[in-house]
């Protein structure tokens, strides 16, 4: 692990060395300095958290003994079910960390997730959501502290490519950029809509920019066009109201799952059409996990490609509690799905399972409810 941080940490000094010349660099000019590596190995497990939302109101105390529950939860499942040795290897921050936060509640934030990677042995890879970009500060500074986070893996250069958060991790045989790749996971900015000062409180959706497919499609023709894709962003694009109306109004025989009781954002609005999962398909993309909406968790299979969003991780802000006995047709379609016949908050994580190099993997949610006789806990499979 230490190796592998110490690697992280040399490519951020040269990356950023390389990025203060004053001079934007082209993305398609500089490919391999957006690539990070990790050593692939089967079973190979990706924790989601979403849209925390830690913000000035937050008791940190009381976040993050939910946290501390959630990603033990996690870890326990992982080594009770893939055996001994077995753990939590990448945490991705699929967007909406905070909300109107402050320097104090960012540092909180940050020294967290390094405890945590130290107790648990991860690595973490946060994205950049709408709401990050709402603070009492310029949003570099968010950005510097992520890059000088030691288990943290993230990339920001000075270029003219859309969006803050856009780099690869790149799993590798033996983690490093000299060996094979084995999965590519692909992390892209869908909310870059909010202005770049400190209390910005416009607030207007976004989506990916065509440069950003055009971005990702020559990262991965350089390393191989056999490699499998995952990708992680945070709001979801057009395909999901697409096929959340082909389901339900339609009757397309989607394999579909979870709950889904809010619109997905700004999706249908001809302005934030993106074509990055249309053409992600012909780059062996084999799924794409979002979040931003907190009272879904949807996720559905088209062409081949698993798309979903991850459960909204905690109780900021708002979320969805079901009701086993409610008449509205989305909950009960939802709960047939999971199983669950009880009352309980859509809160908790996701975990994703890469199992083998040739584009298998298993997805489970976690639903997670403090309570005070005994927490709610359950894991459904996809």
Known sequence: MKKKVFSILLVLILLFSFAGCGQQVKSSEHLEDYVFTMSYHDNFNILQLTDIHWNANTSTKSSMAYLDKVIKEANDHIVETQGPGAKIDLVELTGDMFMLVNEYHLNTFVDYFEKKAEEYGFLYAPIWGNHDRQALFNPNTLAKRFCNAPHCIYYEPDDELYGRSNYIINLTEDGSANSDVDWMLVHLDSGASFSETELTISRDYDYIRPDQTEWFIKEHTLYGEDIPVMAFYHIPQDENETAWKAVTEEGAELKNKFFRLESFGDNGNEAHASDFIDRAKEHNLKAAFMGHAHNTDWTYEEDGVVIGLGVKTGDELYFAHVDANSDDEAVQ???????ITENFDLIGAALVTITDREGS?????????????????????W
Do not use: I
């Open 333 to 339: 379609m939802g709960l047939a799905s999971v199983g």
């Open 361 to 381: 993997f298993d997805l489970e949610h976690l639903y997670y409810n403090e309570r005070k006789d005994c927490d709610f806990v359950k894991w459904v499979k």
